[in-house]
Nanobody, 117 residues
């Protein structure tokens, strides 16, 4: 089992910045890819960014150049999402995601990001 706890969401004005954190605990030794997804009201959950254990990153086109994902592979594994130049359309619940090398996937409970215009 892997537990994921997100933090860092909140209300920010357009053009501002936020940093989300996701702390993983439990069976983290087999963690492979970690990432962030988001879901706006009435819409499907979409990929924001992922990062592999080796540091390879992948971003949705809508956030490239504005968001940066990083991870700390130390004992207390944490993945971060630095969000700059935020837009109202970035408003959503942001979910941390972790995939084990076996393919099993875990989700956090989400943290709300609201960007006002």
């Amino acid at each position: 089992q892997v537990q994921l706890v997100e933090s860092g969401g909140g209300l920010v004005q357009a053009g501002g910045s936020l940093r989300l954190s996701c702390a993983a605990s439990g069976n983290i030794f087999n963690l492979n890819v970690m990432g962030w997804y988001r879901q706006a009201p009435g819409k499907q959950r979409d990929l924001v960014a992922t990062i592999s254990r080796g540091g390879r990153t992948n971003y949705a086109d809508s956030v490239k150049g504005r968001f940066t994902i990083s991870r700390d592979n130390a004992k207390d594994m944490v993945v971060y999402l630095q969000m700059n130049s935020l837009k109202p359309e970035d408003t959503a619940d942001y979910y941390c995601n972790a995939r084990l090398s076996s393919g099993v996937v875990y989700w956090g409970k989400g943290t709300l990001v609201t960007v006002s215009s």
